[in-house]
């Protein structure tokens, strides 16, 4: 039975590596190992809580806005402090712009290639695909001189031999069913989203202080300066600008990455069942859209269990807990038990082979990553999780936005619960979220302009303020899903604190139970026709976003013949 | 947007010791204010890839700070360039190389890549989480910082010669 290792190098979360087994061309069995110890955990004990967020912004190398994020809520929930009306919305357009960025730059940028051969665009002719761009949007960038420029661009590209983001790819693999034309369109898109993603970064340059990495979150508020007259920060000139990139990005969203998505989606249609996955969804929810009410969120907060479209069941923090038994740490006692983040330990005990290993088969632990569960049960969270929770909750513009979908590619919502079903969710909560952005700015720009400019509450920045002991907990919808931050403070200091991360979540190994973590159980029975160049894996796992490039190492048990081929 | 005639950019993940070096390089420039060329653009890229891209498509020069795995003591401090940098940025010498790889890649595809590049790499020792370096790694910061300056205005120099 052929095994295949995927080891993909990340420098973000570390490193990630999947197992399949795999039999009649189909995956039989899988494992995901998290092989880099993060001891972030292990920096922040006995720091001052208030810069804690300085240092786990640092934890992602894509996400530094998100972990500031939840590491301000997490304290800010344990001193009891109710943050301004600005602060909030400023929050909500980092956070909202992040979404948008990353999302864009996932479908064109790290995973489109899993579905677009881009030399088959070589071959297309320009002029039957500036018909099918007109056939799928009013995006006015469709001449045929506009593809035939593109392609040429390609050509000159590919015939330099030096293929960079194109390198290595499965060119060719009958996997990839999209026509010349189709795959000439995906790759001008791809290359528009590069042009495009580097205008709309600028909206943290101008919230988040110092480009690239935000300097204005603070425990209380933010620290931008907000007058419309201010020269620095926010002000009218910085506003109109933040209204113009929001705009841009909408239409970029509503013409261009919507029906790229469909198109793909309508191609594809057997990814409507194939990876479907644990069947439980999670989402902390977030978003408020009235700032002095969190209740209010775009995104509900909730649980869909067993793909049980007709209930949502509420999420409660002391549910939430983390096994060992299969990962490489110690816990007091006997390493059996379950933890809730508050009581968390992060204490490495590596028990796996010596570096570099052909298998992790026959180790009990096998990765770096914790295995997180709510009420025992596994948990999918991340676009999907938030789209679905949403759609079963009722929330109007998210029914709205995935009624329209399905019902272009004629299929139920039962559909969602698959590889497809994640792509399309990530692409439809940028439509949802882009006209929030729109209100927040001008919620903004209104109390900018009549003067209220309070961004932070300062009344317990003093630690004679704090009682001796708290504990607090920030949640947080980021990009890849719910993520939760953990602080335990005693005598003003940092006592525990832990991270629980969407790739956690979607990563995690087994759990004391046997029970599969998200990607291992969304594996089962994906299609593997070529095992030298497994790309069927490659799109379940990366329509998790996880945020990586992959090495794929392919391992024949009776050969021992390794062939090794990196992916993008 | 007006041209940055040379940008140093650190890169490195500060939370895992010596891998943070390039973060640590930039930190000091900036606090030592060393003698560079007038309009250089020094900045801290800590472990981003793609999100770099506006900054490196503004400027006419770039050099990369970065820990580098080039199988030398720890504090060995090296320019990589030419050839030799495009094999690196291909391969992956340090444990964030894909974002650096992916950022030159992306440059380089929408025609945005700064003519002149450089890497100064520098060999860690632990790679342990800690946000402080080790103790040779810590001296080499002062050599690296040397080398960059010296490098910014060769690459100013080759500008006005070109």
Redesign the interface.
Same mark, same amino acid.
């Given at each position: 039975m052929p095994r295949i290792a995927i080891d993909p190098?990340?420098?973000?979360e570390g490193h990630l590596r999947i197992e399949v087994e795999v039999e009649n061309e189909r995956v039989r069995d899988a494992w995901s190992s998290g092989t880099?110890?993060? !001891?972030?955990e292990?920096?922040l004990r006995g720091r001052d809580p208030r810069e804690a967020w300085f240092?786990a912004q640092?934890?992602?190398?894509?996400c530094?806005t998100v972990h500031a994020l939840a590491s301000v809520r997490a304290v800010e929930n344990a001193l009891g402090i109710a943050v301004p009306e600005n602060a909030r919305l400023v929050r909500n357009i980092i956070a909202g712009t992040q979404f948008i960025?990353d999302h864009v730059?996932h479908f064109f940028?790290l995973h489109a290639l899993d579905w677009v051969d881009v030399v088959s665009a070589t071959k297309a002719d320009p002029a039957a695909a500036s018909r099918l761009a007109q056939s799928l949007s009013e995006w006015p960038k469709s001449s045929v001189e506009y593809f035939k420029g593109v392609q040429d661009r390609l050509k000159a590209?590919v015939g330099s031999g030096?293929l !960079?983001?194109f390198?290595n790819g499965y060119w060719g693999h009958p996997a990839y069913r999209l026509p010349p034309e189709g795959n000439l369109l995906a790759v001008a898109h791809y290359?528009e989203a590069?042009?495009w993603?580097?205008d709309i970064?600028?909206i943290h340059a101008i919230l988040g202080g110092k480009?690239?990495?935000p300097q204005t979150y603070a425990v209380g508020g933010m620290t931008l300066r907000m007058g419309a007259d201010s020269p620095t920060g926010l002000n009218a000139a910085t506003m109109s600008n933040i209204d113009t990139m929001l705009a841009g990005a909408r239409t970029f969203v509503n013409q261009v990455l919507i029906p790229d998505v469909l198109y793909v989606a309508s191609a594809y249609r057997d990814w409507f069942d194939i990876g479907r996955g644990i069947g439980n969804y999670m989402a902390y929810g977030d978003f408020a859209t009235d700032v002095n009410d969190e209740s209010s969120v775009l995104f509900p907060r909730g649980r869909v269990m067993g793909r049980d479209l007709g209930r949502v069941q509420p999420v409660d923090q002391a549910q939430i807990a983390e096994s060992i038994v299969h990962s490489w740490y110690e816990y007091e006692p006997d390493g059996q038990g379950a933890k809730h983040p508050w009581k968390g330990e992060t204490r490495p005990r590596y028990a796996g082979p010596n570096p570099p290993f052909e298998s992790l088969e026959g180790y009990e632990k096998y990765s770096w990553l914790k295995a997180p569960r709510y009420d025992e049960e596994p948990m999918e969270v991340g676009p999907l999780a938030r789209m679905i929770v949403g759609y079963a909750s009722g929330k109007r513009e998210i029914r709205e936005a995935i009624d329209a979908a399905l019902g272009k590619l004629g299929v139920g919502p039962e559909k969602l619960f698959s590889t497809m079903g994640r792509i399309a969710a990530r692409a439809l909560e940028c439509q949802v979220l882009l006209p929030a952005l729109e209100g927040w700015a001008r919620q903004l720009r209104s109390n900018l302009e009549s003067g209220r400019v309070q961004v932070a509450d300062s009344s317990k920045w003093n630690p004679d303020t704090w009682p001796a002991d708290a504990q607090g907990f920030g949640w947080e919808e980021a990009p890849r899903g719910a993520l939760g931050h953990w602080v335990v403070i005693k005598n003003k200091r940092i006592e525990n604190y832990q991270l629980v991360v969407p790739s956690t979540w979607n990563g995690s190994p087994r759990d004391g139970a046997g029970r599969r973590g998200a990607w291992e159980e969304a594996l089962i029975d994906t299609p593997v026709v070529n095992a030298d160049q497994p790309v069927e894996v490659l799109r379940t796992v990366h329509s998790f976003d996880p945020c990586?490039?992959c090495a794929v190492h392919v391992c024949d048990p009776q050969g021992g013949q390794s062939v090794e081929v990196r992916v993008? | 947007m007006s041209r940055v005639p040379v940008l140093v950019l650190g890169l490195g993940?500060?939370?895992?010791g010596d891998e943070g070096v390039g973060v640590h390089v930039i930190q000091a420039i900036a606090a030592d204010r060393p003698a560079l060329p007038a309009g250089t653009q020094v900045?801290?890229?800590?472990?981003?890839?793609?999100?770099?891209?506006?900054?490196v498509?503004d400027a006419d020069a770039l050099i990369l700070v970065d820990a580098a795995d080039l199988g030398q003591q720890p504090g060995a401090v090296n320019v990589v360039s030419g050839d030799s940098l495009?094999a690196r940025l291909?391969g992956?010498v340090s444990?964030?190389?894909?974002?650096a790889g992916?950022l030159i890649?992306?440059a380089?595809?929408?025609g945005v890549l700064p003519g002149r590049m450089a890497m100064v790499g520098i060999q860690p020792g632990s790679l342990?989480?800690?946000?402080t370096l080790s103790e040779p790694v810590e001296a080499a910061v002062a050599r690296a910082v040397g080398i960059v300056c010296e490098l910014a205005r060769e690459m100013v120099e080759l500008r006005a010669y070109a």
């Open positions: 190098i990340t420098r973000i880099m110890f993060r !001891g972030l292990l920096i240092f640092r934890a992602c190398g894509v530094t960025h730059i940028h590209f030096q !960079g983001p390198a290359l590069l042009e993603q580097r970064v600028r480009n690239p990495h990586m490039a993008l | 993940n500060v939370l895992l900045v801290d890229g800590g472990t981003l890839g793609l999100e770099l891209l506006p900054v498509s495009r291909a992956h444990p964030h190389q894909a974002g992916d890649a992306a380089r595809l929408m342990e989480p800690a946000v």
